[in-house]
């Protein structure tokens, strides 16, 4: 997703610390009707280029979506109790072999997230 606009209270307050912190994430594409498309995600932030990259398969409807209008809007927000930031932009989709690569290396170091304590 490139070049993002950030839009929350995170962003004043140490949006890039926040960005590189481990949260699930919303992703908004819109479909084929117009209509929005969201769903959970992870994504990797590079502050040195502004690049989120979000790693899905081809035949996702999110994929789908931006390889069909791939100058359309989507958004990713991050959101944590009463801090959130939303980065907004437009989107590829990638089969570069090297771009992929670089994606899946940069997700592989995200910091695994903590799961949910279930009530007993």
């Not at 479909?31 to 979000?54: C, I, K, M, Q, Y």
């Not at 990713?76 to 959130?84: E, K, S």
Request: one cysteine or more; a positive charge; hydrophobic letters at 40%.
């Amino acid at each position: 997703m490139t070049p993002p606009a950030a839009r929350g209270p995170s962003e004043a307050a140490g949006g890039a610390a926040f960005l590189a912190e481990p949260h699930q994430c919303t992703l908004t594409t819109l479909r084929p009707d117009g209509s929005p498309h969201v769903t959970a995600v992870r994504f990797t932030w590079d502050p040195a280029t502004g690049l989120a990259r979000v790693l899905t398969v081809a035949s996702s409807r999110k994929a789908r979506n931006v390889a069909r209008s791939p100058e359309g809007r989507v958004a990713v927000c991050q959101v944590a109790g009463f801090r959130w930031i939303t980065l907004e932009g437009t989107a590829t989709v990638s089969n570069d072999a090297a771009r992929v690569a670089e994606g899946a290396r940069r997700y592989l170091l995200l910091p695994a997230l903590a799961r949910p304590r279930l009530p007993r």
